[in-house]
């Protein structure tokens, strides 16, 4: 019976100091008080502001004006010159599918070829393309490659005024590299100008691309 004795007053002490030490212990209740009435002491910490999303940059747009062959980019080039673009207007390599030429028609050996491409030096013609592959157009002589025919009779006026006589315009269809010009962010009044150039160059083209 003396273990039972001892049990009992185990329990006993173990609950006189559960009561002792809840009695110590602080009251949840007046924390809540205190802290309340340390309000004004309270901060309020503002959620952080979500982060922007990330999106993709949008690519400038310029305006394409063209496309020229060898015949006419000199007479594009100081059109444009005269609109003052500056840095802001640079030429592009574009592939066209021309379906004119102006030429001069196959002459009888590479010799007699050689011989007009002298008178045409002579006259002030530049560019020029000998062609020397066998087939129908061997030893004749290519002037210009344009998209319209329209570009192709101006050419080919240009080219009387020169003395050139012995040219003609044709259909051919080829591809070929031309050359185009990309103008980036032109004023309203250099765009009114731009468009003007429709009248001068009737065979020519705008459009909106992205700057390359």
């Known amino acids: 019976m003396r273990w039972v004795f001892l049990l009992l007053l185990a329990v006993n002490v173990g609950f006189g100091v559960f009561v002792y030490l809840r009695d110590k212990a602080p009251n949840p209740d007046a924390q809540l008080v205190a802290l309340q ?52 207007a640079r030429r592009a390599e574009v592939g066209v599918t021309a379906g004119y030429w102006v030429y001069v028609p196959p002459l009888r050996s590479q010799v007699a070829m050689g011989r007009k491409a002298a008178e045409l030096r002579d006259l002030g013609v530049d560019e020029y393309f000998p062609i020397l592959e066998p087939g129908r157009w061997r030893f004749a002589i290519s002037l210009g490659v344009f998209r319209s025919e329209e570009g192709a009779t101006r050419f080919l006026a240009q080219l009387r005024q020169m003395g050139v006589r012995s040219a003609t315009v044709g259909e051919r269809e080829q591809r070929v590299t031309q050359t185009a010009f990309l103008i980036s962010e032109p004023t309203e009044e250099e765009s009114a100008k731009l468009s003007a150039l429709r009248n001068e160059f009737p065979g020519s083209e705008f459009r909106t691309v992205e700057c390359r």
């Open 37 to 88: 009435m340390n309000a004004d002491k309270v901060l309020i910490v503002p959620p952080r502001p979500a982060p922007a999303p990330v999106t993709a940059s949008a690519r400038a747009t310029c305006i394409e004006w063209g496309s020229f062959g060898a015949g006419e980019l000199a007479r594009a080039q100081g059109a444009l010159d005269r609109i003052a673009l500056g840095a802001r």
